[in-house]
């Protein structure tokens, strides 16, 4: 059942997402109703083109739409040519304060500019980057962070707070509103969930800019993955967000995954199979987290979107399988029954399990994406 129909009959799945104006990184449309897009950055050296372009194939890989990259210096600037030309994902450049390197990162192919106007200088400066952005195709993204607000914003609020974020991210939109240049973005991010939460929710009300959400330096794996769900997940639910990036002090890969899983939850994307496993218990048929781990790494190509229920035991088994695309439940002796569409299909042993479901997936995988082409081919005809 497609993610409309799920939310047409069941009406309490329905996200209604905040109407914001649609600008693009590079053919990525961003904003309006455009998938919410999932991106993450690069920890390679940019200077060094050969190791940045092998992580951005790497992102590719787990489903990345589109990739950050900094470039501090005249070495990465000069290396993002290369980089821009090889990468098939559009790139953000990321650059702080030298509005230099902001011209030479769009002349060099990138497809956004992650830099603050106001911290550009001149108006003379700002003028060049933005011509330099316009003239190459580049948007813009506006990134408040908490940690780093100016100063006259944080004697007149005392602390970071969302007003204070909110005020920053309009005075550097309002940079580019007055000099025409309507492709941008923004992010207000902070490490603190109720903060990132709250200066959101103001900005969405302040604004029709699309927005990059994040919460910032989240920490670890887990941790991160937990803090950016609760805030992203918070926002998403209420409608807010058309792109975003998990922050994590972990590889970048794992930011892509996370974030494909937050958006999952919610039935915002539904790239990938999505695996829906029991805890397990003392009636496990077999063992349950190993299997899932297991899937979970032999799955991982896989970018259509299924679903797979594997349940330990007869309790929820069947139930769980009678809604997903296939489900497999244990308890025979030995063996369990693998079920295609809520139907039991074959008894299949724990020895030969996982192959058994991996090839299943693969073949249901390949069904799709032959039933997608051809229903792309004849729309276009
Ligand atoms: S489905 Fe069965 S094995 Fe899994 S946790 Fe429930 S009772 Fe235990």
Redesign the pocket.
């Known amino acids: 059942m497609s993610v409309e129909a799920h939310t047409t009959v069941r009406p309490w799945r329905m996200i209604d997402r905040r109407k914001s104006r649609q600008i693009h990184v590079g053919p990525v449309a961003v904003g309006g109703d455009a998938p919410i897009s999932v991106q993450s950055m690069t920890n390679t050296p940019t200077s060094d083109a050969a190791a940045t372009l092998d992580q951005i194939t790497q992102l590719e890989e787990v489903g990345a739409d589109i990739v950050r990259v900094s470039c501090p210096d005249t070495d990465s600037t000069a290396a993002f040519r290369t980089i821009a030309r090889e990468s098939r994902l559009p790139l953000v450049a990321d650059i702080h304060f030298h509005y230099k390197r902001g011209i030479e990162a769009a002349e060099a192919g990138a497809a956004c500019l992650r830099i603050n106007p106001g911290n550009i200088g001149s108006m003379d400066r700002v003028r060049d980057v933005v011509s330099a952005a316009r003239n190459n195709g580049c948007s813009i993204r506006i990134g408040v962070n908490a940690g780093s607000l100016e100063r006259e914003l944080l004697e007149k609020y005392g602390e970071p707070c969302p007003e204070a974020m909110v005020e920053s991210a309009l005075s550097h939109a309002r940079i580019l509103e007055d000099l025409d240049f309507r492709e941008y973005k923004i992010s207000v991010k902070a490490s603190d969930v109720f903060l990132t939460v709250a200066a959101y929710q103001a900005l969405a009300d302040a604004t029709d800019a699309p927005l990059h959400l994040g919460v910032t330096e989240a920490g670890g794996l887990r941790t991160g993955g937990v803090k950016s769900s609760i805030g992203m997940g918070n926002l998403l639910w209420s409608g807010i967000g058309d792109t975003i990036r998990v922050s994590l002090s972990a590889d970048p890969v794992e930011e892509i995954k996370v974030g494909y899983d937050i958006l999952k939850s919610l039935g915002l994307r539904t790239r990938g199979v999505n695996i829906i496993a029991?805890?397990?218990?003392?009636?496990?048929?077999f063992n349950?987290i190993k299997t899932v781990e297991a899937l979970e790494e032999r799955l991982e190509h896989i970018s259509e979107p299924i679903s797979l229920s594997i349940?330990?035991?007869?309790?929820?088994?069947p139930g769980e399988a009678a809604y997903t695309d296939l489900g497999f439940t244990?308890g025979g002796k030995g063996s369990g029954m693998l079920y295609f569409a809520g139907q039991a299909e074959e008894k299949v042993s724990n020895e030969t399990m996982i192959e058994r479901i991996v090839a299943a997936v693969e073949d249901k995988a390949d069904r799709m994406k032959a039933e997608r082409e051809a229903a792309e081919k004849s729309a276009a005809e």
């Not at 029991?278 to 048929?285: D, F, K, L």
Request: proline letters at 6%.
């Open positions: 029991c805890p397990s218990c003392a009636r496990q048929g349950v349940i330990g035991c007869v309790v929820n088994g244990g």
